[in-house]
C-alpha cells in the first residue's frame, strides 16, 4: 500500500509458521528490479518496504515466496 504509489510502497504479508521468504520486484519485461528480503522469517505480521525512487513511472510487480507457496500483485508507480 498504497497503490498506486509514488516514491515508496508497503508490502505487507502475513505467516502461519517459520518459513524461508523471498521478495522480489520485476518490472513489466519481468526483469528482476531487486530483492527486498530474503530469509528465514518466523510466524506473525511482516512489511517489507520498496523504494523505488529511482524507477521510472510504469507497472511493477511483486512475488513473495514463502515456503513452496508464491503470490504475485502488481503495483503502478507514478511519479
Not at 20 to 33: E, H, N, Q, T, Y
Amino acid at each position: 500500500y498504497p497503490n498506486p504509489f509514488n516514491a515508496h510502497t508497503t508490502i505487507q504479508y502475513s505467516l502461519p509458521k517459520q518459513l524461508l521468504v523471498s521478495i522480489d520486484i520485476f518490472d513489466i519485461l519481468g526483469r528482476k528490479i531487486v530483492t527486498l528480503a530474503e530469509g528465514m522469517k518466523p510466524a506473525g505480521e511482516h512489511q517489507a518496504i520498496w523504494d523505488a525512487r529511482r524507477q521510472s513511472s510504469g507497472i511493477y510487480f511483486y512475488r513473495i515466496k514463502a515456503g513452496d507457496k508464491f503470490e504475485t500483485k502488481k503495483m503502478e508507480l507514478i511519479k
